[in-house]
């Protein structure tokens, strides 16, 4: 059975363990100075264009999330995030376990919008009796597989600058919203309409690995001593350095998230020719069809996927989602699995 649950069932791009193995026996400098960490970061700054932008590598996404937020806020400040943000579904009360409310906002499609903001806001100024919202939530890819545009992540940012709030984009999935069909956000504008981001290797051609970054000396300092302290700050520092030098010294990042959301489009196109919805338009690695049950099950036969929410009795909404590493043949055997449904659909009921 193939695996469309999620974008990490696989290993690593095999230039990062050929990298890994040439290396391994090349003493360095433990706690990320090692060369290979160094250089990933120097690297990482002049892609960013933003020299001044600190950098540091931790193992995992929840991870990132915790250390960056619990580091932004003080003891009676509040995070705002969509609904469906990770932080608020999906980490185990993470962020509450340290202490800080999170302000869950409705969204339609997984985006939070200026408007959302200045709402909440309103909502909480009965000071000192409310928690005071301080940091503002954002991932891309959303939750649901949307993007965000240049234009709307920089009206958030200036919400924010407005407001003496910071913004934090969860990037683990932000090379495929980069690469997303249509999208006009670069690399560059995530460093300028943000305060601090992650790079997430993880789910897109790494073993493991987030690049957290802080774009400007008002925030991020004395980060190394969070990390340190909750755990995060790895001895064998190079084995993230290791990664994210051999996905970022060229662009193999941006390919493998290319061939993530081209296998993707590939599905969905299929789906929609089909004649079925979406919960959310597709536009990156993670589809969001609403699938009659009988094809649900028969699919359910040859690959693994979630069933996202049931919409009644006939038809629920799954999630789909392809890696760097899926395989167009097997794309294309799911295709035809969803075409002989159709085709069998019809021949039982002849108009």
Not at 153 to 166: E, F, G, P, V
Not at 246 to 252: I, M
Not at 300 to 317: G, S
Not at 334 to 348: C, P
Request: with cysteine.
């Amino acid at each position: 059975m193939y695996n469309f649950k999620n974008d990490y069932a696989e290993g690593a791009h095999p230039s990062i363990l050929e990298r890994l193995t040439k290396t391994n026996l090349v003493q360095q400098a433990g706690y990320g100075e090692d060369e290979y960490s160094l250089q990933a970061k120097e690297i990482l700054k002049e892609k960013l264009g933003n020299k001044w932008a600190t950098i540091h590598f931790v193992s995992g996404g929840t991870q990132a999330n915790l250390l960056v937020i619990s580091s932004l806020l003080r003891p009676h400040e509040a995070v705002i995030s969509a609904a469906s943000g990770h932080i608020f579904t999906n980490e185990a009360g993470a962020i509450e376990s340290v202490g800080h409310k999170v302000i869950a906002v409705p969204t339609k499609n997984g985006k939070i919008t200026s408007a959302d903001i200045e709402k909440t806001l309103l909502a909480y100024q009965l000071k000192p009796h409310v928690v005071k919202p301080r940091v503002v939530y954002i991932s891309n890819t959303t939750e649901v597989g949307t993007v965000y545009s240049k234009t709307e992540l920089q009206d958030l940012y200036t919400q924010c600058k407005a407001n003496d709030l910071l913004l934090f984009l969860d990037g683990a999935r932000l090379g495929h919203a980069l690469m997303a069909p249509g999208s006009d956000l670069l690399l560059e504008d995530v460093s300028r309409f943000t305060d601090v981001f992650y790079l997430g290797a993880t789910k897109n051609g790494g073993l493991l690995g987030e690049a957290i970054i802080f774009n400007h000396s008002a925030v991020g300092q004395e980060f190394e001593f969070v990390m340190k302290q909750k755990g995060a700050l790895l001895a064998k520092g190079r084995l993230l350095g290791v990664q994210f030098l051999s996905l970022f010294e060229g662009d193999l990042y941006m390919e493998l998230a290319q061939h993530a959301n081209l296998m993707a489009a590939k599905i969905a196109k299929a789906i929609q020719d089909s004649g079925h919805q979406f919960l959310s338009a597709p536009q990156s690695n993670q589809l969001f069809p609403i699938l009659p049950m009988p094809l649900i099950q028969k699919l359910l036969e040859k690959y693994q996927f979630y069933i996202w929410q049931q919409v009644d009795e006939t038809q629920a909404v799954v999630r789909l989602i392809t890696s760097w590493a899926t395989p167009e043949m097997i794309v294309d055997d799911l295709i035809k699995d969803i075409r002989l449904y159709k085709q069998d659909e019809v021949v039982s009921n002849p108009s």
